[in-house]
């Protein structure tokens, strides 16, 4: 096939997944973040839809929804290396407090680690580089078995996010952003009720939580992801960018 034939199939491939993801939006935008959880996970997509959480300050809502689901359905957590020992503690404590029964680990490839960041420290030089390699490269690579991955994003988080939409598509997968209309309010509400426990740092000023070298405490009042990155332009990790947007950082993965 010649390259033009690829990129034709490619392009008509893409517009059949935008085509898809604007009619499951038209038919189930309005249903309750439970209800769409479930409908995806056993009929939408069964099992070609995976979870991807951060086991972060909010992420136990959507491992609740999933669970309560089928907990079957499979759960991927990027394992940079440079997590807190907290969030791993607390991953290990929500999936047995959850009953979640197929949750992945992905890690960086080790030539990779090897070969972009043998003292591990690439995030102190370019950290778009070494979010490129220790997450969005395992996951992009994890990815490949589904069609779509659920996401706790919600449209109250920062300015990118607040136009978006509950299916949407990217880098050829559908993400269902089954809370994207929720607020802050609603998940604080959803922990009471459910008696879900909180991730054991957000107590001491850590609103939301990635890597250890890349989180810092907000003050009150602050913007809850303003620990993220701080002091430097970046507010995404680039797995929820588009393959275009993520790219010229300097580095061969
Ligand atoms: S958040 Fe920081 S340490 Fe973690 S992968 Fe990105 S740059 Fe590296």
Redesign the pocket.
Known sequence: MTALAINETESDLNQDLHARARSLEHKYSNLGAQELVSRSANEIFGERITLVSSFGTGSAVLLHMVARANKRTPVLFVD?G?HFGETLRYRNQLVDLLGLENVSSLRPQVDDVSRLDPQGI??TQN?DA??AF??VAPLNLALQEFDAWFTGRRRDQNDQRETMTRFEVANGKIKVNALANWTSEMVENYFSEHKLPKHPLEADGFLSI??M??TDRVAAGEDPRAGR?RDQNKTE?GIHLADTEFKNIGIDI
């Open positions: 940079t440079k690439l995030f950290t070494c979010c220790r997450k990635g890597c070298t890349c990155w990790c």
